[in-house]
């Protein structure tokens, strides 16, 4: 099941408080980076988990250098304020998540 799915049902299930952004465009940046979250950052932190011995490998360096890209990118919107699309969303939800498997693999914020 896409994490998308869960973040709906949970939404349906408790509607209050919401965690889609009610304006139309602050949702559509909370799904894109809920979705960036899952197939453009985590895909990186699935590939070093078998690499954990090897982080000289090219793949392991390609990997965290993309990931830590990726995390000075979500770094760079929480200057503009306090959430990734505005308001608390799911963006953060998944970011967060996504980013504690980051750091077990060895993408953690000190190496940026």
């Not at 559509?28 to 197939?39: I, M, N, V």
Request: net charge negative.
């Amino acid at each position: 099941m896409d994490l998308n799915q869960i973040f709906e049902y949970l939404e349906d299930l408790q509607p209050a408080p919401a965690l889609w952004p009610s304006r139309i465009r602050q949702r559509a940046r909370a799904r894109r980076l809920e979705h960036e979250s899952d197939q453009v950052y985590f895909p990186n932190v699935i590939r070093l988990m078998s690499l954990q011995e090897n982080l000289d490998d090219p793949i392991a360096v390609t990997s965290i250098e993309a990931a830590q890209a990726y995390c000075m990118q979500m770094d760079n919107l929480l200057t503009k304020g306090a959430w990734l699309a505005g308001d608390y969303s799911f963006a953060d939800i998944a970011f967060y998540m996504a980013s504690l498997f980051g750091e077990r693999q060895r993408v953690a914020a000190s190496e940026r």
